[in-house]
Nanobody, 127 residues
Framework: QVQLVESGGGLVQAGGSLRLSCAAS????????MGWFRQAPGKEREFVAA????????HYADSVKGRFTISRDNAKNTVYLQMNNLKPEDTAVYYC????????????????????WGQGTQVTVSS
């Protein structure tokens, strides 16, 4: 089992940047596909980005492509989400998630694919 703790959220003006971190417990972090999701008030949880176990393969939602970058440091048991050129519509609670299965493009965007979730960190972008 793995426990996930997100950090790095906050209030930022449109056009600004934030970097989210997700620290994982345990010694098997490198065996998990990792993902970031977000949920705005009154909306369903939506996929943001995913990264394979080695970090070689990444996958993004169209809405964040070119602005957000997912990365991981397996030595530090941490996955990151660098968010640039933030927009008010990026306002949401951001969650990281871990999937015990290898990365598959067909399923990486599905919340049901993931086995473990963090508690989330709030990101608010003002206009």
């Amino acid at each position: 089992q793995v426990q996930l703790v997100e950090s790095g959220g906050g209030l930022v003006q449109a056009g600004g940047s934030l970097r989210l971190s997700c620290a994982a417990s345990g010694r098997t972090f490198s065996s998990y596909t990792m993902g970031w999701f977000r949920q705005a008030p009154g909306k369903e949880r939506e996929f943001v980005a995913a990264i394979s176990r080695s970090g070689v393969i990444t996958h993004y939602a169209d809405s964040v492509k070119g602005r957000f970058t997912i990365s991981r440091d397996n030595a530090k048991n941490t996955v990151y989400l660098q968010m640039n050129n933030l927009k008010p519509e990026d306002t949401a609670v951001y969650y990281c998630a871990a999937d015990r299965a290898p990365f598959l493009a067909d399923t990486a965007a599905a919340p049901t694919q993931y086995d473990y979730w963090g508690q989330g960190t709030q990101v608010t972008v003002s206009s």
